[in-house]
């Protein structure tokens, strides 16, 4: 295809040549010949830069929560679906609340998150195409080894009471993301509605940021593993608190919807979220470790 319209538009190039030539033959001033020949030359520059562009293949943009980035899962996966289908991904990396108005706005063509209501209600809303699960980790509750709370055990209900009653320092990411959500809902269930104690810090951050905060105070944080495992200034930190149910953290990827945006890339963001939820796209996932140990877990229903 390339090579016919290569050749196709030098026969153009030619025959607009002979076109000038003959003009300047019938008497047309210079200046008005090389005006013409410049128009045409420049649209033919313009048919090639097109080409050139569709060649290269479509890109789009992808808010996505801070956790797939700052583990660097999407270094590990982007350039596979890259390498499958030609299509360049730009990552927006925010709080899942962010991330999940980016896309309410039109701002982003397909979104990457773990906040299952909040997915589900954008999908209800008409703001987003079918929500589909890609692959799930967990959340573990982290503090200083010492463990000065009393928290470590399997119940993160129980550790978050002894951690508020001891006024221990805890780091919240403050930022509305899925992790930040899920934090809330674990402060409800252990009956506070909206904690305050004197220890807790709220810093409107990402996960790694928290986590280089609660490493230099020495105070607990709720984090996803992957960011965990990924995460190098652990200082005394370590987990305390893991394997409760309750900690299940699921992802979902969601297609922007072009009725409500129609400056959405439909093809290629619905090419990646088909991607990402294939054999193809979750043996990528799977396959992503540190140190040996799997960061997240693909569970696509298809």
């Not at 016919?4 to 076109?19: F, G, V």
């Not at 299952?116 to 809303?125: F, G, P, S, T």
């Not at 919807?257 to 290629?268: D, E, I, S």
């Amino acid at each position: 295809m390339m090579k016919r319209q290569e050749k196709s538009q030098s026969s153009e190039i030619h025959a607009w040549s002979k076109m000038d030539v003959n003009a300047l033959a019938k008497g047309w001033p210079v200046a008005a010949a090389a005006r013409v020949w410049l128009r045409r030359w420049l649209v033919c520059s313009l048919l090639a830069g097109s080409t050139w562009a569709a060649a290269q293949g479509a890109s789009i943009v992808m808010a996505s929560t801070t956790s797939t980035e700052q583990s660097g899962l999407f270094a590990h996966l982007l350039p596979e679906f890259k390498k499958a289908t030609g299509i360049d991904v730009k990552v927006v990396a925010l709080g899942t609340g962010q991330a999940i108005d980016m896309g309410r706005r039109g701002d982003a063509d397909v979104l990457f998150v773990h906040d299952q209501v909040a997915e589900e209600k954008l999908v209800a809303e008409g703001f987003a195409l079918s929500r589909q699960s890609v692959m799930y980790n967990d959340f573990v509750l982290i503090g200083p080894a010492a463990d000065p709370a009393g928290v470590k055990g399997p119940d993160l209900v129980q550790g978050l009471k002894k951690l508020q009653a001891s006024n221990a320092g805890f780091v919240s990411r403050g930022d509305k993301s899925g992790t930040h959500a899920a934090e809330l809902r674990y402060w409800k269930q252990a009956g506070l509605e909206a904690p305050s104690f004197a220890g807790y810090k709220a810093c409107g951050c990402g996960m790694g940021p928290a986590l280089n905060m609660a490493a230099s105070l020495g105070a607990y944080v709720l984090a996803d593993r992957g960011t965990w495992l990924a995460f190098k200034n652990r200082a005394d930190l370590t987990v305390l608190v893991e394997g409760d149910a309750r900690l299940f953290n699921q992802y979902g990827v969601m297609v922007v919807n072009p009725a409500r945006h129609p400056q959405v890339k439909l093809a290629p963001a619905q090419k990646f979220a088909d991607w990402v939820t294939s054999p193809a796209g979750q043996a990528v996932i799977a396959s992503y470790k540190i140190g040996g140990q799997q960061l997240f877990f693909p569970n696509a229903r298809r």
